[in-house]
């Protein structure tokens, strides 16, 4: 490897690095930002490492982490007895809490705590029921962010081995 080539390398996974931080804290795209920096790796260097292949991989694994991490809100009110409607309140309530400027990450989660509360609090449940189901919104949050984070340490691995190896 050349001078300017680990240089390359060592600002590919800093900036991935940056995209792990965002996986913790939602005010950042983490998952796409380690894509983008492995798309530009691999322009910059034409795709002699890290190929297409490992780009649509790579695609494929960032459309996943937005899957799972809706997914997992959805399934945690689901299990802790909530309602369709009561997914749908916290899926909103995520949306409104990141949105809201100032609260990052605690709006993301308050929201889907509120949002599945107050949407199963509008179908009649009592209100430990929909206590419940906000917990679980929180719970299905954490999970979702744990495998974000799996699905963006692989793809850092993945592309450290290509690079090294």
Do not use: H
Request: proline share 2%; glycine share 16%.
């Amino acid at each position: 490897m050349s001078w300017l080539e680990i240089a390359l390398f060592i600002i590919t996974l800093l900036v991935m690095l940056v995209g792990m931080v965002g996986v913790i804290l939602p005010m950042l795209p983490g998952v796409p930002v380690i894509f983008a920096a492995a798309l530009i790796y691999a322009i910059i260097t034409g795709f002699e490492v890290i190929t297409g292949n490992i780009l649509i991989i790579f695609g494929v694994m960032t459309a996943a982490s937005f899957a799972l991490d809706w997914v997992a809100t959805a399934f945690g009110v689901k299990k802790m007895g909530g309602s369709l409607l009561g997914m749908l309140g916290a899926f909103l309530g995520m949306i409104v809490g990141l949105l809201l400027p100032g609260v990052g990450i605690i709006g993301f989660i308050i929201g889907a705590f509120i949002g599945a509360f107050v949407f199963e609090i509008l179908i009649g449940k009592k209100t430990n029921e929909a206590l419940r189901a906000g917990f679980g919104s929180f719970i299905g949050f954490l999970a979702g962010g744990v495998l974000k984070f799996v699905i963006g340490a692989t793809m850092i691995g993945i592309f450290i081995y290509q690079i090294l190896s």
